[in-house]
């Protein structure tokens, strides 16, 4: 780890930084406890992250939680398998003996994940192309499913789309296109396997991915935020109406995770990552590995009496944002004694 000053970005960042940063990271730097001295940056594989030292009180455990063979003879259902958070949960549900089917657009991903992943666990990794977004798609994804191995035990809906734009200069297509992904797929997906499902008389694990901001909104990603939203009413009304056949329902909500899918589209440039883990409690980003273990073990049968819950997996990002003093976590010890000294001295209302 080497500690770098904030600032040293390209060209387009560097701008992004001073017109829309400067003061909140200046502020930190100039008079808070989080200067660029304090600010570490990791370099991996080409890529930065950012992390507070605080955050070595946080080390990851990246190790794969559950027992083996805790999935065997179970299928799992992965759609968005291919890259990201999806790769991630597809190789500890393999490690753990299940056999997993991945779907999203890109066949030649898929398939260079599933070949991947199945010669590191020795395990099945079917790699089938569908588009979420269209039913028939969908309907003939799981024909093709139940061909290869039969109905799913666990599906993940995990496929996403998104991208960061003012709402004024999103376009009525711009809107299609996420919540068609995001909302109109994860139903898709749910209703074709949920009806399959009951009639073969089979209960299944039923999981969302969808993110801190489906609770609260957020500007900027405002179709991102309301058909998360719509996934989780749908996941949470489901729980509730179809505990009888056998199903469960739960519902991830992560907070930032290093993705190229996620990253690339909300934070282009970069420039967003640094003031954003100072406001991370445990000060510094989600790991894919940690998501996938949760995935994992909400899914399997240790949790057989978990449905409806909302998980938030976001290392405290999501009450940091809310509390309305939090900020105060910037003022020293010096500057508490004068607020202590200012505030004992006032008299009377
Ligand atoms: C500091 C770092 C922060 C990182 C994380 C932080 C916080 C944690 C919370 C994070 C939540 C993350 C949620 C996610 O969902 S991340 C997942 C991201 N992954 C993906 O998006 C992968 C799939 N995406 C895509 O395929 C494309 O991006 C897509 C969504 C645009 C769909 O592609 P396609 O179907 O090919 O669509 P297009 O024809 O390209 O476009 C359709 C329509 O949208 C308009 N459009 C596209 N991009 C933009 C843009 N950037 N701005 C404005 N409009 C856009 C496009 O023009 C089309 O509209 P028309 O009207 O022109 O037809
Ligand atoms: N990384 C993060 O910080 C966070 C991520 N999330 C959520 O985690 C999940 C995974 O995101 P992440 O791994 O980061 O990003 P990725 O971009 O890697 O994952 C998105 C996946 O969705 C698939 N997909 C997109 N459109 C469709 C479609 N029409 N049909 C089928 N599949 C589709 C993509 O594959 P293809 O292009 O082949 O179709 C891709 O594999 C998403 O639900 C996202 O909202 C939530 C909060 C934070």
């Not at 009180?57 to 999806?86: C, D, H, Q, R």
């Not at 003996?97 to 260079?112: D, F, T, W």
Request: aromatic fraction near 8%; charge should be positive.
């Amino acid at each position: 780890m080497v500690p770098v000053s904030v600032g040293q970005a390209g060209n387009v960042s560097g701008l992004l930084l001073s017109l829309i940063l400067s003061e909140q990271v200046q502020n930190r730097t100039d008079s808070v406890d989080f200067g660029p001295s304090q600010l570490w940056c990791h370099r991996f594989a080409g890529l930065r992250s950012y992390a507070t030292p605080h955050s070595q009180f946080f080390a990851p455990s990246e190790g794969i939680m559950l027992p083996a063979g805790s999935y065997n003879n179970k299928v799992a259902f992965i759609t968005g398998g291919g890259t990201g958070l999806g790769r991630a949960m597809t190789g500890v549900l393999s490690q753990l003996g299940a056999q997993c089917v991945i779907a999203s657009r890109k066949l030649e991903v898929l398939q260079q994940t599933a070949t991947e992943i199945s010669s590191q666990t020795g395990n099945k990794v079917h790699a089938v192309q569908c588009d979420v977004r269209d039913p028939q798609a969908v309907s003939r994804c799981v024909d093709q499913m139940v061909e290869l191995t039969g109905l799913p035990d666990v599906i993940i809906n995990n496929a996403a789309g998104n991208f960061i734009c003012p709402s004024e200069r999103l376009s009525a297509n711009g809107w299609k296109s996420i919540t068609d992904i995001v909302l109109n797929g994860t139903a898709f997906v749910t209703l074709e396997l949920g009806k399959r499902l009951i009639q073969n008389q089979k209960g299944a694990s039923f999981l969302a991915i969808t993110t801190i901001y489906a609770e609260s909104g957020s500007g900027f990603v405002v179709p991102s935020a309301s058909a998360k939203a719509g996934v989780e009413a749908l996941y949470k009304s489901l729980a509730a109406e179809w505990g009888r056949y056998g199903h469960r329902f739960n519902i991830i909500q992560p907070g930032p995770i290093r993705t190229k899918g996620a990253f690339s589209r909300l934070d282009p440039t970069g420039t967003f990552e640094k003031s954003m883990i100072g406001r991370i409690p445990t000060g510094r980003l989600g790991k894919p590995a940690e998501l996938a273990n949760l995935a994992a073990y909400l899914s399997s049968d240790y949790a057989s009496w978990m449905s409806g819950a909302v998980i938030r997996f976001d290392g405290g990002e999501y009450v940091s944002m809310a509390g309305e003093f939090n900020e105060l976590r910037k003022v020293t010890d010096d500057q508490w004694k004068m607020l202590e000294t200012m505030i004992r001295s006032t008299k009377g209302s």
